[in-house]
């Protein structure tokens, strides 16, 4: 297709900051400057190879996006140009994520979480205090973000400053002055450097720093994060060796062998997903881990990969050669600065090291990774979404079949795992699957990372075999936080449910949780106290659900407007006609959601509320009403 694009063209810098991630254009016909005699009326570079780029549509983007703090229309055409993507495509991708925008914005913006773990700690008068103080200002913006990965933090805000020098920095436990300060300074106050401040924010992050039970956490604090050198002092890479020394097939058979479950949410066999990789058919394929944390109350992977991102990459190494990958990506959501940094830091270290590349130490196999960064988008942690997004489409699920581990990235066969699954998978191979096995109960085998928030004590990531009961975790979190006792714990965030005090000693494995209608999914154990309006949490989750939907299949997308505004007119005290039926009508919205949506997120958009109103009856969206 020849691209006809009209409207503003690029400004140098414009040219510039895109051709930073493209190259320079070929060609006139793909934006460069015209040179009759070389190319006359012929493109010199064809349709095919032109389309082949279309995966660089998000990082270019970004460039523009970090450079502008928008995407002016010149930059935009030039993109548009540069890939041979028709303006209206390359729209409906700027648009899907909220971290793009086509429209001007000031060069600073503070992003002020709204959700639940958040909400429950004051984001709200925060968000309205700053607004009230930078309100008319052209140089810094205050927007309202949905989770931003911070939960142990609450409340917590992202500073994002667009300029030659792209920064930015998280503020736990947010007080309008402390944003002020970070704004005034000039310095945002994410950026530490190992080991200046000496940890001072995982410290805070993972309660069980140093402890000697730990394996997933147990390099956090203790060695630079950029160091391969102090990764191999603390047992890094044997996983690895030992991986090399047994071969493709033992190792996935060590990974079956260990019964490890996807950390994701999903909780999949891994061993069954890498097997059915390795035999896939076709000379490439792909492996992705999914780094786009954005669960509300979920900030593991998080941690991990700010604390030891060389265990990530140590695990996509062996899952690369176990499957005979040539090529790894690692998707991480935008709002994670001090993550990407942190990664991208570790993947130059290996690189160095002669682990990435071409021809690894003369073992003739090649392998190299690449990150991508996402731009605020939930559904993008669903793993065919994940995929349209690198390829640099809408952030859109796929009908399955065909399933990812056949036909994935670039129509290639792919693994798929997330952050934690992928740093249990050196340990495995230096314990061996059977060991690792013996660890946890049932079909939960091993060590699991939980997210616990809101009314504790000490809020963080916690290590614990599988097994540990709700009421011991909190415990170990040091209770709650007030004198007020529990009234209910939500398990495994906005999509998962809420149970009450009568389940405080439900072991927490797959099993255990499932047996009380509830699920461990992504590890959120988030904690809410007496004192806690309910119905405001519930009118929340229905927004979040409203904006997050991609708007693909019909019942998803119409059916989470039609909860959040049947939850809403609840909450208001003013239903179309009895509050009885209108429960009954969620009830049945629910239920269509489930049976007929593409994706897990319309299967769990429901599950929150329908638990709640369960757990505590029809008057719970209305109990903080005079």
Known sequence: MDIKVTGPEPTELERKVVDGVLGSAESAWAGGRRDLEREGRISLLGGNRARSKRDQLLPAFHAVQERF??????????????????????????????????????????????????????SEALCENLEKAHNGSNLVGIRKSPCLGLCEWAPAALILRSGESYEGGAIGKATPEKVQASLDSGKLLDRPKFPDRHWDWLTHSVPQMGESQLRLLSRIGSVDP???????????????????????????????????????????????????VAQAQGSTKYVV???????????????????????????????AFATGAQKGFIYIRGEYPLAINRIQ???????????????IQGTGHSFDIEIRKGAGAYICGEETALVNSIEGKRGEPRNKPPFPVHVGLFGKPTLINNVETLANIPWILRMGGAAYAGIGTGNSKGQKLFCVSGHVKKPGVYETPFGITLRQLITLAGGTSGNAPIKAVLLGGAAGAFVGPENLDV???????????????????????????????????????????????????????????????LRRGKPNGSAADEVVLLGEIAQVMRDASICGLGHTASGAIQSALKIFGNDVLGESRS
């Open 69 to 122: 703090g928008w995407i002016p229309p010149g930059a935009f055409n030039y993109i548009c140009k540069r890939l041979t993507v028709p303006p209206a495509e390359a729209y409906g991708v700027a648009t899907f994520f909220h971290m793009f925008s086509m429209e001007h914005r000031p060069s600073t913006e503070v992003h002020v979480c709204e959700d639940i773990a958040c909400r429950i700690k004051g």
């Open 289 to 319: 881990c999914n780094a786009d944390e954005s669960e509300p109350g979920t900030f593991k992977d998080r941690v991990i990969m700010e604390g030891d991102p060389l265990a990530v990459i140590e695990g996509i190494l062996i899952a």
């Open 507 to 569: 072991p927490l494995t797959f099993e255990g949780t499932r047996a009380i209608g509830a699920t461990l999914g992504s590890g959120v154990v988030m904690v809410f106290d007496q004192t806690t309006d309910l119905g405001e949490i519930l009118v929340r989750i229905a927004a979040f659900f409203r904006d997050e939907s991609c708007g693909q299949c019909v019942p998803c997308r119409v059916g989470a407007i039609r909860q959040e505004e049947l939850v809403a007119r």
């Open 345 to 359: 830091n570790a993947i130059d270290a290996v690189r160095t090291a002669g682990l990435l590349g071409e021809n």
């Open 226 to 276: 950029a160091s391969v050198e102090d990764y191999h002092i603390q047992g890094g890479f044997e996983g690895l060796a030992k991986a090399v020394a047994m071969g493709p097939l033992a190792t996935i058979a060590e990974v079956t062998a260990s019964g490890l479950m996807g950390r994701g949410g999903a909780a999949f066999p891994t061993g069954k997903k890498w097997e059915a």
